[in-house]
């Protein structure tokens, strides 16, 4: 496990981030495009996630929302620009508290031998101020704390599969 890393540059309207896993890229990427899976680990700890659809697939679509101890919702939707399996999606984000605010994201997926993967973002924001809003009110906790959870979603699995002849996820459609 490795600790993400975020990368807010003044004065550019963009964040960027990698985070380390020790699993496969195919593990990594099935976990981002399995609605259950992605359930487990999308958001912050101790915040519930509904997710209404989510359609990754170029063209396809998501909406989720994250509900916290005291039950205050938040709403985020977008849409899967282009989506290359165990490689590459582009994206819109965009939080239902802030409807005119839409960020393009790009997310790889990068092999780095030996089981390990990298993923790496970038998001570009409308303008300055809305870059800053993001990056000043949790996205980076949430963010790193849902990752950790997705950490505990792959150990399962890699623990599950120690007999199975293939390091694919299994299939819940």
Known sequence: MSALQVTVVPNLPFIEFSRDFDALVSAVYRAHADLDLVQQWLGPTGY???????????????RFTHIDPEGERFEFHGVFHEVRPNDFIIQTFEYGGHPDVVSIETVRFVDLGDGCMRLIGHSTYPSQKARDGMADNGMEDGMAEGYDRLDNVLAEFKAGI????????????
């Open 48 to 62: 519930t996630t509904e997710i209404d659809h989510w359609h990754l697939r170029t063209g396809g679509s998501y």
């Open 162 to 173: 120690t007999s199975r002849s293939n390091n694919s996820m299994p299939d819940r459609s």
